[in-house]
T-cell receptor, first 112, second 112 residues
Framework: NAGVTQTPKFQVLKTGQSMTLQCAQD?????MYWYRQDPGMGLRLIYY???????DKGEVPNGYNVSRLNKREFSLRLESAAPSQTSVYFC???????????FGPGTRLTVT | EDQVTQSPEALRLQEGESSSLNCSYT??????LFWYRQDPGKGPEFLFT???AGEEKEKERLKATLTKKESFLHITAPKPEDSATYLC?????????????FGTGTKLQVIP
């Protein structure tokens, strides 16, 4: 039982390049989330998926797109990376309801 | 707007020196309050969920308590391995089951 896995662990992009961050969970959770974490700020929600086939915007969605490929997988795409997107990105999942989230190890992204 | 404030921002303790971390919150109806531990370079790790005022939960040297306005994470006789950043998060009724607001964390250092 691996929990939540993310790839890649590290990535450096140039401004304007695109990339996709991958996330998978093996806990049979319905809900999945993408957050970014920046120094001095709390985790901020980018997008979430309440169930397979649905996605919704969070607090900071601009510049990102997501795909809920199936119940296990939820990907985050940066179409044209900008230096402001330099951050640590975390994927999380949880069961439906006011329950705890389980986080992946994170992807450290630098955009130059 | 839901708000979570954690204090202090940083705390340095001698091994064995007990203390408490504070999480004050302003939400329109609390569904749940969560505590996480985050080690450098890793994703947040779930510790506790509290649902109603007066509730308490314990795990080893940690004890979390909840009132109507704040939560405390009490650390009894801490050890160096308790060094980490501790995050507090709340889920409010207004956000459905998807919106969780995180604080910026308390960075704890326990010195041998």
């Amino acid at each position: 039982n691996a929990g939540v896995t993310q790839t890649p662990k590290f990535q450096v992009l140039k401004t304007g390049q695109s990339m996709t961050l991958q996330c998978a969970q093996d806990m049979n959770h319905n809900s999945m989330y993408w957050y970014r974490q920046d120094p001095g700020m709390g985790l901020r929600l980018i997008y979430y998926s309440a169930s397979e086939g649905t996605t919704d915007k969070g607090e900071v969605p601009n510049g990102y797109n997501v795909s809920r490929l199936n119940k296990r997988e939820f990907s985050l795409r940066l179409e044209s990376a900008a230096p402001s997107q330099t951050s640590v990105y975390f994927c999380a999942s949880r069961s439906t309801g006011p329950y705890e989230q389980y986080f992946g190890p994170g992807t450290r992204l630098t955009v130059t | 707007e839901d708000q979570v404030t954690q204090s202090p921002e940083a705390l340095r303790l001698q091994e064995g020196e007990s203390s408490s971390l504070n999480c004050s919150y302003t939400v329109s109806g609390l569904r749940g309050l969560f505590w996480y531990r985050q080690d450098p370079g890793k994703g947040p790790e779930f510790l506790f969920t509290l649902y109603s005022a007066g509730e308490e939960k314990e795990k080893e040297r940690l004890k979390a308590t909840l009132t109507k306005k704040e939560s405390f994470l009490h650390i009894t006789a801490p050890k160096p391995e308790d060094s980490a950043t501790y995050l507090c998060a709340v889920q409010a009724q207004s956000g459905g089951y998807q919106k969780v607001t995180f604080g910026t964390g308390t960075k704890l250092q326990v010195i041998p």
